[in-house]
Every structure is written in structure tokens, then in C-alpha cells.
């Protein structure tokens, strides 16, 4: 469901998985941003409101289920309204 509203602000929704949950504090955020933002907008909310540094080991982090490395735009991919964001711990095994 859109969420956009008339100045063209739009919602992005963020999910915390795993050890990340335990780090915020949170399970997920609604993030209000301007229309045109991009996944940089959201890199340095995530810095200064929860002291996350994404993308970056450990964290990994998709957007609407692809990681972002799949993007060719990388931090410059343009988001919009609904997009989900899901940020959790790198997996590893042996």
C-alpha cells in the first residue's frame, strides 16, 4: 500500500534481523523521506540514528529482497514509496 503523500515524501520501511534486532533495539523503522532519495539517504540515517555502518562487514542488506551490490547505481539507486529495506548479520559456516 502507497504511502506517499502529496509534497512527494515517501516511506521506506526497515527491518532488523538477527543480532542487528538486539543491536537497535528494534524490530523495524518507518523512514520518511523526500521524494528522490536514495539508498545513500538512508546509509546515513542508519549512522546516526542506530550507529550502523551499510554497507560493511558484518551487515549485510537488501532492498526489496536483492542486495544492494546487485544494484548498478550502488548507494546512488534511486528509492521509492514501500520499498523495503532489510538489514542482518553475514553468515558464515564451515
Known sequence: MSSQTADGAMTIHIRYLSSVREKTGRRADDLT???????AAVTSWLATTHHLEVP?????ATLNG????QYAQGLDTELHDG???ALFP???GG
Open 33 to 39: 523521506l523526500p521524494a528522490g532519495s536514495t539508498l
Open 56 to 60: 560493511a562487514p558484518p551487515l549485510m
Open 66 to 69: 536483492r542486495g544492494w551490490s
Open 90 to 92: 553475514m553468515l558464515s
Open 83 to 85: 520499498d523495503e529495506i
